[in-house]
């Protein structure tokens, strides 16, 4: 019981660009304010894939970012997950279309998918917290409930609403 | 009491097993603490070094391809068991299996013991096969040398003046010390207190400094449980050094009771740990020329 609360609350991140236009960084760079206070919650950046427990992957997965990615992915010790952060790793955003363009996901086992271009760090950090139940279950071994499957749809339209709308999301940043 | 139970007492209860592990823990969390209240930085909570500890038990272990496997794990294993049995040797108040052991060179064996920890980035940064390792062993290798020098020098001032090499007779408590006695304990204490952030393994991996950037160490290749070893035995080790410094230049000294020993070990234990974790982790935090 402890160690399935210590994953919960031990949890060291990776972010990844794989050819973004620097927008997503600038949101998760935003994580380390003291607003959100990441280290009281047990969350942290990572120095090292080998440390990390959730890769957070932003921009188009280019070409030349194929191999790198994957290589980085292999190097996260089990259980592990990925986000998608931003629209372009799931379907390319502005970016689709162009030649060589391919969504992240034919490349990397995609677990949580957060569109937005770019979305707030608050909603960065509710897919965080995706993640995180995803390797509690991982760990333990459990499967989802139709019930908490379909609360999640839900959710993830919601946030996909949210993200079309710009206020809306500068509403839910406040504090 | 049998002297296997004594042993075993030593081991698993005080000063090694529980003792050791809680107050590795509390004195981790504290010089965290201390650091980040001084630097003004957010703070982690209380347990966060033992969720991370658990965490990393059960997650998969993998070394770098290419790896001394065997080196590698026998290292690990090292820097945990070597400090624990350094405890286990350490005349402290209330170690009764340490008052039973009569040997002549039992401070060289607790030296050894407690820099098989310090050393062991240097040799592991070579076993494993990464790149990162092998930088920060080349890094390491002057820093530690020059501080490891310093110990050794403080040490050799005590077994010179107390005339033995053995724990038992350099742990004898000074009824009454003459001036110039008490003069270069202190002196060698305090060059004792300067070094010991060699004896501590490096705190900052770039893992709780909120830092993205890659930092070179012997730690970077290392995933779940080889990870968790180094954290108990950064643990471990901060209580080992400051129980050395306490049995040398301390506690002889303390000639009041059990009590007041106690009082005096723990208090060395606090006050060493803070040290070498200001001394190790604390940075100015930068102010704008204006």
């Known amino acids: 019981m402890f160690g399935r609360r210590a994953s919960q609350h031990s949890v060291w991140l990776f972010p990844l660009n794989s050819g973004s236009c620097n927008g997503c960084e600038q949101e998760i760079q935003a994580l380390h304010a003291a607003r959100y206070a990441l280290e009281e919650g047990g969350i942290a950046f990572a120095s090292s894939p080998r440390h990390a427990d959730i890769l957070l992957l932003t921009g188009i997965m280019t070409p030349r970012s194929q191999a790198a990615a994957r290589r980085v992915w292999e190097q996260l010790a089990e259980p592990r997950a990925i986000v998608a952060v931003g629209d372009c790793p799931i379907n390319g955003s ?18 949580v998918e957060l569109p937005g271009c770019p979305p707030s760090p608050t909603l960065i950090l509710e897919a965080i917290a995706a993640a995180i139940k995803l390797l509690d279950q991982e760990e333990t071994g459990e499967e989802e409930t139709e019930e908490e499957e379909t609360e999640k749809a839900g959710a993830g339209d919601e946030q996909e609403e949210k993200a079309d709308d710009p206020n809306e999301q500068d509403e839910q940043d406040e504090p | 009491m049998n002297i296997v139970v004594r042993y075993a ?52 272990t993998s070394l770098p391809a290419g790896t ?8 690990l294993l090292l820097a945990v068991v070597a400090p624990l049995l350094a405890l286990v040797l350490l005349p402290l108040p209330g170690n009764s299996a340490a008052n039973t052991i009569e040997t002549s060179g039992d401070l060289l064996a607790i030296l050894l013991l407690l820099l098989l920890p310090v050393l062991m980035p240097l040799f592991l940064g070579e076993l494993l096969a990464s790149p990162y390792g092998r930088i920060a062993a080349r890094r390491e290798v002057w820093r530690c040398g ?24 350099l742990t004898l408590q000074q009824l009454h010390p003459s001036p110039a006695s008490v003069m270069v304990n202190i002196l060698a204490g305090l060059l004792f207190l300067l070094c010991l952030p060699a004896l501590l393994p490096p705190a900052t991996w770039g893992l709780f400094s909120g830092s993205p950037e890659l930092i070179a160490g012997a730690y970077t290749d290392l995933t779940g449980a080889g990870l968790a070893l180094m954290l108990l035995s950064a643990a471990l080790q901060r209580v080992a050094a400051g129980s050395l410094l306490a049995a040398l230049f301390v506690l002889p000294f303390v000639t009041n009771g059990l009590i007041a020993q106690v009082a005096a070990y723990l208090a060395t234990l606090l006050f060493s740990s803070l040290f070498a974790g200001f001394a190790s982790g604390v940075s100015k935090r930068y102010s704008f020329a204006r």
């Open chain 2, 68 to 75: 001394e496997a065997g080196g590698a794990r026998l290292l």
């Open chain 2, 146 to 169: 020059l501080l490891i020098g310093g110990l050794l020098l403080s040490t050799l001032t005590i077994v010179v003046q107390r005339g033995a090499l053995s724990l038992s007779i």
């Open chain 2, 9 to 60: 007492i030593t081991l698993f209860l005080f000063p090694g097993g529980v003792f050791a592990l809680l107050a590795g823990w509390v004195l981790l969390w504290l010089s965290e603490e201390s650091g980040a209240r001084v630097c003004g930085t957010l703070r982690r909570g209380f347990t966060q070094p033992l969720r991370d500890c658990v965490k990393l038990l059960g997650k998969t």
């Open chain 1, 94 to 111: 502005v970016f689709r279309g162009a030649p060589g363009f391919a969504p992240a996901g034919e490349t990397l086992p995609i677990d």
